[in-house]
């Protein structure tokens, strides 16, 4: 059974930094792209962040360019995203999902709230 | 950035009914447009990918079509599990961006 499970969320001060953790299990995560998608309350969803099979290829959306930083562990099989210099707009559910057939979304975590707040 | 636009932002359907969402991009992306079905509280559920290839396991009542930059989701004989938001996502050029959803609810 594949299964992606993020943690790491939870309330921060407004300037603030979280790691966020997603673990996969159940298929060759050595084989798949991985993205960072998030949706603010009551909003759509926004993609985050890509990071190719070995590491060495990133893309970031602007909004969080220079805060956030993707990262992965293949022989933990895990996914990270490092958020740094928190603002109240990056309150939101993060998911982790996979590139599968080369498209992002075959698989999907079942997310992390992230609360910035005072 | 590619913007996507989603019509409509939200319509009242049918079980039975036949829907189409459509969604048009701000540039062209070719083939590279994926669906996407999500339920309050749940994460999003691929539906389609590369504009009309049906994810392993969905219903062949969802289809999907287009290329360049106008795409359409179509489902028929809507079935009451699938009053939900659908997303379409472009895939083609970075950042990845995706639609502002369209709302279907129950007529």
């Known amino acids: 059974e594949v299964q992606l499970v993020e943690s790491g969320g939870g309330l921060v001060q407004p300037g603030g930094s979280l790691r966020l953790s997603c673990a996969v299990s159940?298929?060759?995560?050595?084989?798949?792209?991985m993205s960072w998608v998030r949706q603010a309350p009551g909003k759509g969803l926004e993609w985050l962040a890509n990071?190719?099979?070995?590491?060495?290829?990133?893309h970031y959306v602007d909004s969080v360019k220079g805060r956030f930083t993707i990262s992965r562990d293949n022989a933990k099989n895990s996914l990270y995203l490092q958020m740094d210099s928190l603002r109240a707009e990056d309150t939101a559910i993060y998911y982790c999902?996979?590139?599968?057939?080369?498209?992002?979304?075959?698989?999907w975590g079942q997310g992390t709230k992230v609360t910035v707040s005072s | 950035d590619i913007q996507m636009t989603q019509s409509p932002s939200s319509l009242s359907a049918s079980v039975g009914d036949r829907v189409t969402i459509t969604c048009r991009a701000s540039?062209?992306?070719?083939?590279?447009l994926g669906w996407f079905q999500q339920k309050p509280g749940k994460a999003p559920k691929r539906l389609i990918y590369a504009a009309s290839s049906l994810q392993s396991g969905v219903p062949s009542r969802f289809s999907g079509s287009g290329s360049g930059t106008e795409f359409t989701l179509t489902i028929s004989n809507l079935q009451p599990e699938d009053f939900a938001t659908y997303y379409c996502l472009q895939h083609n050029n970075y950042p990845l961006t995706f639609g502002g959803g369209t709302k279907v609810e129950i007529k």
């Open positions: 540039q062209g992306i070719r083939s590279h």
């Open positions: 999902a996979s590139h599968t057939n080369d498209y992002l979304g075959g698989f």
């Open positions: 159940g298929f060759t995560f050595t084989q798949y792209w």
């Open positions: 990071i190719k099979q070995d590491g060495s290829e990133k």
